[in-house]
C-alpha cells in the first residue's frame, strides 16, 4: 500500500503570466503575481546601448510594433515600442523591483556571458535577496560564467530533448555529464509528450542521484503536469500558473 503525499512544487510563471498579458511585460509579471505563482520568468537580453531588457527573441519583431535586433537597437529606441496592449518592453531593474516578499524571479540568460557583469551590478543595486533569484541559460558556458559570477544563485541548465531522423540528440548519461561538467545546480528541461520519452523515472533517478534539481518547462496541460509531479519535478514552468495551480490543487503522487 502506498502513503500518499502532497508533493511541493513551485509554479513559474513563463514569461510572466503570459496567457494572460502580452509576454514579457510589467503587464505580465502582475499578472503572475496575481494568478498566485511562485515566481517570474523572463528572458534578458542587452541592447546597443548596453542596457538589459526582458525580450525573448533577438528581434523586435514578434513581440512589439517595432522591427530590428534588440543588439542593435538603443534603450530609446526600444522603450519606444509598444509591447502589447501599450506596454513597454521592460528593464531587468523594474522586474527585479516588482518581485514581491517571498516570491522568485528565474532569469533566463538569451545571450553570452558578456551580460554577466552589468546584470550582477543591477542585481546587487536592487537590494532583491540572491536566494530569490535563480538564474537558467541553455548555453552551459554561460552556466558555468554564471556560477562563478555569483556562487550562491542556483543555476539550472535548460536542455530540450528532440528527436532527429529517429534518434534523440542526448542520453540521459550525455545530460548528466553535461550538468556536473558546467556546475548546473540541476536541469530544467521541456516537458512534452513527445519527450517525455526520455524525460521520464530513468533520466528522475539519475539527476536525484547527481544531488541535482529537477524541472520542467513549459506546461500547460493539467495531466503533464501532474505526470511531472510524478518524476518529482520541483518546478513547472508554465503560461497560465492560475489555472493550472487549480487542476493540481488536489494533485497526489504516491509516496517515494
Ligand atoms: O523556462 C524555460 C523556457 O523559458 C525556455 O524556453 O524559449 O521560452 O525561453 P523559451
Ligand atoms: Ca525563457
Known sequence: MHAFLLLAFEL??????????PENTMASF?????????????DLRLTRDGRIVCMHDV???????????????SFDEIRELDAGKGEKVPTLAEMLAVVPSGKQTYIEIKIGPEIIPQMKKEILVSKLPLGRIVFIAFDDKVVTALKQALPTVKTYWLFAFKKKDGKWNAT????IENLKASKADGL???FTKESAEMVNAELAQK???????LLVWTVNDAELARRALDLGAGGITTDAPGSLRAALSSHRSPGR
Open 172 to 175: 540521459h548519461d550525455e545530460v
Open 30 to 42: 502582475r499578472a503572475a503575481w496575481a494568478e498566485g505563482a511562485d515566481a517570474i520568468e523572463t
Open 188 to 190: 530544467d528541461v521541456g
Open 12 to 21: 513559474v510563471a513563463h514569461r510572466g503570466a503570459s496567457a494572460a498579458a
Open 59 to 73: 528581434t523586435v519583431d514578434r513581440t512589439t510594433n517595432g522591427k530590428g535586433k534588440v543588439a542593435e537597437l
Open 207 to 213: 539527476v536525484k542521484a547527481a544531488k541535482l534539481d
